[in-house]
């Protein structure tokens, strides 16, 4: 028998509850600098409880080709990845309207 969400009450491979919080967020990606000249990306307004933090940064260093960290809710991305960011977290599942750059 297979798990049970707790929230939504579905088997845990018809669960919804991770789509139904992507479209609810407020993001903002920024770059910030770092010592010795480096850009990292940061992205901020992800609720760490509703949405899996460390997957969703895996994904995007794939994706990017390079590495990052996940964190205290910020995911951090070594690179300036302001391009192509908000196209990716959109094929990801979040709101368009959602996603703000800075």
């Not at 479209?23 to 509703?50: A, D, M, W």
């Amino acid at each position: 028998m297979s798990e049970i969400c707790n929230t939504c009450g579905l088997p845990k491979e018809l669960c919804v509850c991770e789509t139904i919080a992507k479209e609810s967020q407020k993001i903002k990606v920024g770059l910030v600098k770092k010592k010795f000249g480096k850009t990292n990306t940061v992205i901020k307004g992800i609720n760490q409880y509703e949405i899996n933090l460390k997957d969703l940064a895996k994904k995007l260093k794939t994706k990017f080709a390079c590495g990052g960290t996940a964190k205290q809710g910020i995911i951090e991305l070594q690179g300036n990845h302001l391009k192509h960011i908000k196209a990716e977290l959109v094929k990801l599942g979040f709101s368009p309207d959602a996603v703000e750059l800075k």
